[in-house]
């Protein structure tokens, strides 16, 4: 069964993983994890697959990493909240 995880919690699920992670390694351990967004979702394995970072030290990397990748639509609109702050 797939997972969802909402852009605001995903944080959250990065600390499951042992540190330093390769981005191969990440994005099979979240394979199966489906992001959810301001603008819509997407495989959260794929997400990761395609950021530049080869290697992530920490889960607070990750979550940039991942976040800069996103488009801005999918951040949401400038001071508005997904509703589960």
């Known amino acids: 069964m797939e997972d969802h995880v909402k ?11 042992s540190y330093p992670v390769t981005r191969a390694d990440a994005a099979v351990a ?21 950021v530049g970072a080869d ?13 800069s990748h996103l488009p801005m639509e999918a951040l949401g609109e400038p001071g508005q909240s997904d509703g589960d702050a």
């Open 7 to 17: 852009l605001s919690r995903v944080r959250e699920r990065f600390d499951d993983l």
């Open 30 to 50: 979240f394979d199966d994890v489906t992001l959810t967004f301001a603008d819509g979702d997407r495989n959260l394995g794929l997400v990761i697959s395609e």
């Open 55 to 67: 290697t992530f030290e920490s889960p607070d990397d990750m979550f940039e990493e991942v976040q």
